[in-house]
Each structure stands twice: as C-alpha cells, then as structure tokens.
C-alpha cells in the first residue's frame, strides 16, 4: 500500500539558510499534519491542512510558513534556520471525511541539521 | 490542558514473556486514543486506536490495548513479547469533538527493550 512520501530524507544546512521539506500524502487522504521531533523528545505539532486550507497552528515559529497545493502535497518553508531547528520532521496524512475517528499515517521524516 | 503521559521511560522483558506499556491521559471529554511505534531511524508507525466500544482493542503485530475510563489509562499489551517488538512507543491522544483540529498530542515515548 502506498504511504506517505517526505524529501528529502536528510538535510544539512548552515545558520540563516531557507529549506523546503516536501510531503506526499497516501492517495485520497484530504488532510496533512506537521509535526516537529527533537533529539529524545516526543513529535511536536507544527501545522496542519485540510482541503488546501490551514486548519489548525500549534508551536510553529514564525520564521516557518507551508501550504497545502492542489493536488495535497504540502510544503514546510523554513527560513532564518537556528541551531535549535535540527530535528525530524515528521509529515502524516489522514482522510477526514472518513469519520471522526481517523488515523493519522506518517511519513518517514526528514532529518534536519543546522551547522 | 490536554495531555498524554507514558510514566516509563524504559521496559524490559525477555522474550515469550507478556508485555505492559503504560499510557495515561489527560484529555477532554471521550478521547481518541492512540498508539504508535518508531524503530530506529523510522518513521511512526501505527498500531491501534481506540475511538469507542469495546475497552479492549486489537491492532497490529498481536498487540492489544485496554481502555480504562476509570483510570484514565490506555495501556499497551501484548502476551507473548519478541525481540523484534524492542522499539520506541508512543501513546497519544486527541480530543473528540470533531472541530478543526485533530492534532495529537504524544507521551514522552518508552522504549521497550526485549531480551533473547
């Protein structure tokens, strides 16, 4: 079966640089979820999208933005990169109009270090 | 506040033997329960949900989970443990109220480590 789909899987960039993390929802999943896994913690909620609109914000720095395009993939824009910033990013999908009790599946993440 | 709390930071076992992870949850009203594992260099993957009806649910890999509203507790089980079970659990959960957000909120994770 398909599955989420991240790239790149690693990422290596400087202090101040931009990076683009790309996700890839299994096919027909109307929802896409961000979250944020520091070294030895527990995945952080960023963001998520349904139907191409934003629909919940949690701890998302301001120097982060992203989008949800037309055909559902989405995009974490990362600007002004810290130190701090180096960690797994985690993208999942899920069906929404299945019902409330939906699963959220995850991507394999993209490992993120800041130099 | 919402909130998701896995009190065991590791646990240990040897092999053939039954398996607990606990979870506990802080979370408004009925919640949705889950439970995911993560090896090394992976990403999460899903084992079981509990959204309503029976307490006991069955997921993957024979794992199961019990749902306990008295408790407050979802703890993760499985009778018969296997070295290839030691991983990273997470136990999360998120409200049940059908509004925009169903993000989730994870425990701290525990690993389970099963020895041969």
């Known amino acids: 079966a398909a599955g989420v789909i991240q790239s790149p899987r690693h990422l290596i960039k400087e202090k101040r640089e931009t990076a683009t993390l790309k996700c890839y929802p299994i096919?027909?999943?109307?929802?896409v979820y961000w979250y944020q896994q520091g070294p030895g913690q527990d995945p952080q909620f960023l963001i998520s999208?349904?139907?191409?609109?934003?629909?919940d914000k949690g701890s998302i720095p301001d120097r982060f933005s992203a989008q949800q395009f037309s055909d559902y993939h989405s995009e974490l824009n990362m600007s002004s990169l810290e130190l701090g910033d180096s960690a797994l990013y985690f993208c999942?999908?899920?069906?929404?109009?299945?019902?409330?009790?939906?699963?959220?599946?995850f991507g394999p993440g993209t490992r993120l270090l800041v130099l | 506040a919402q909130s998701v709390a896995q009190p065991e930071d590791q646990v240990n076992v040897a092999e053939g033997n039954p398996l607990t992870v606990k979870c506990t949850y802080s979370v408004s009203g009925n919640p949705y329960l889950f439970w995911y594992v993560q090896y090394p260099n992976r990403g999460l993957q899903f084992l079981l949900k509990y959204i309503t009806g029976d307490n006991l649910v069955k997921g993957s890999y024979g794992f199961e989970a019990e749902f306990n509203k008295s408790q407050t507790s979802f703890h993760l089980k499985k009778p018969s443990a296997l070295v290839s079970d030691s991983a990273l659990y997470f136990c999360a959960g998120r409200m049940n109220y059908g509004g925009a957000t169903n993000k989730l909120i994870f425990g701290t994770g525990t690993l389970l480590a099963v020895q041969p």
């Open positions: 096919p027909r999943h109307d929802t």
């Open positions: 999942a999908s899920s069906y929404r109009l299945a019902g409330s009790g939906e699963t959220q599946y």
């Open positions: 999208f349904y139907e191409k609109m934003q629909s």
